[in-house]
């Protein structure tokens, strides 16, 4: 069973800038396609970048330009850089497969951008 363990979030002004990332244990990592997701309180989770297991990325349109992920596969890790923060990227950010069925939710990292 993998288990994901998230970090790097905190606090930060809005415009700035932080990293997370995600560790992954588990010998099937490199095959998988992995994404962050955020949630924010009262909303649902969503995913806002994805990384395939080739390493062709995508974004969601509120992210797009801002945030870029990215992965090391002999190090089991995949990471976000965010820049340009704002105050709607306050959130709990996990990371997890994306599509199929996915693996167990790490406890995630607050990210709170303060304006």
């Known amino acids: 069973q993998v288990q994901l363990v998230e970090s790097g979030g905190g606090l930060v002004q809005a415009g700035g800038s932080l990293r997370l990332s995600c560790a992954a244990s588990g010998s099937t990592f490199s095959i998988n396609d992995m994404g962050w997701y955020r949630q924010a309180p009262g909303k649902q989770r969503a995913l806002v970048a994805l990384i395939t297991s080739n390493g062709r990325t995508n974004y969601a349109d509120s992210v797009e330009g801002r945030f870029t992920i990215s992965r090391d596969n002999a190090k089991k890790t995949v990471f976000l850089q965010m820049n340009s923060l704002k105050s709607e990227d306050t959130a709990v950010y996990y990371c997890?497969?994306?599509?199929?069925?996915?693996?167990?939710w790490g406890q995630g990292t607050q990210v709170t951008v303060s304006s």
């Open positions: 997890n497969k994306v599509g199929g069925i996915i693996f167990e």
